[in-house]
């Protein structure tokens, strides 16, 4: 079983539009947890931390279920600017594991 | 500020060359150091990881090796390279959490 499974889209949606992805992961012993953006042919960035409380920073809110292994990520008003691969992360033990990540087209 | 330095950008090498690719983080010290590999179309597979001088971990068997010499600088290297090698790899540090790349580099074995 994948340490970090997320649905690999493509999501396409228009701008404007509020859209969702989700993230599970496998060993409850994980302590930290990201979102990454990926462009294009470019490395990835992080986009945000996940924290058990749920975060937000402008546009984007991130929510942890430790129960439910489970991470979200929403982002609210789409620009065309948020296309791109969001990768969900899952540290523990000086490792990162990553999802295969969630593609992201916004149309005009 | 920390800065992590990733060359070259791109590569094309023939199957049977050998291969070094070299990484360098500036502004913190004893930083945790990896090596990933992002095929065409697919997620990032971690090759290697190290947290100290000389003290490499590999995740998967393959013809790739690192090196650690500095405190601040990890070598991926290969005596000789596959068809299969080819694949964009990134260097990333780490102060613990969370992880921060280098631009990569896009190699193409012919």
């Known amino acids: 079983r994948k340490e970090v499974e997320q649905d690999p889209g493509p999501f396409n949606v228009p701008e404007g539009a509020t859209v969702a992805f989700n993230c599970t992961y496998s060993?409850?012993?994980?302590?930290?947890f990201f979102w990454y953006r990926q462009d294009c042919r470019k490395e990835p960035k992080l986009l945000m931390s996940v924290y058990s409380s749920g975060n937000e920073d402008g546009r984007f809110t991130a929510q942890l279920n430790r129960a439910s292994q489970y991470i979200s990520l929403l982002i609210r008003d789409s620009k065309l600017s948020d296309s791109a691969t969001y990768l969900c992360?899952?540290?523990?033990?000086?490792?990162?594991?990553f999802g295969t990540g969630t593609s992201l087209t916004v149309i005009p | 500020s920390q800065t992590i330095h990733q060359w070259p950008a791109t590569l094309v090498q023939p199957v049977g060359s050998p291969l070094s690719l070299e990484c360098t983080v500036e502004g913190t010290s004893n930083p945790n150091l990896y090596w990933y590999r992002q095929a065409a179309g697919r997620g990032l597979q971690l090759l290697f990881y190290s947290v100290g001088i000389g003290q490499i971990s590999s995740e998967v068997p393959q013809n790739l090796s690192a090196s650690r010499p500095q405190d601040r600088q990890f070598i991926l290297s290969s005596k000789k390279l596959l068809l299969s090698d080819s694949g964009f790899y990134l260097c990333?540090?780490?102060?613990?959490?969370?992880?921060?790349f280098g631009n990569g580099t896009r190699l193409t074995v012919t």
């Open positions: 992360v899952a540290y523990r033990g000086n490792q990162f594991y």
């Open positions: 060993n409850s012993a994980s302590q930290s």
């Open positions: 990333a540090w780490s102060p613990g959490s969370p992880l921060h």
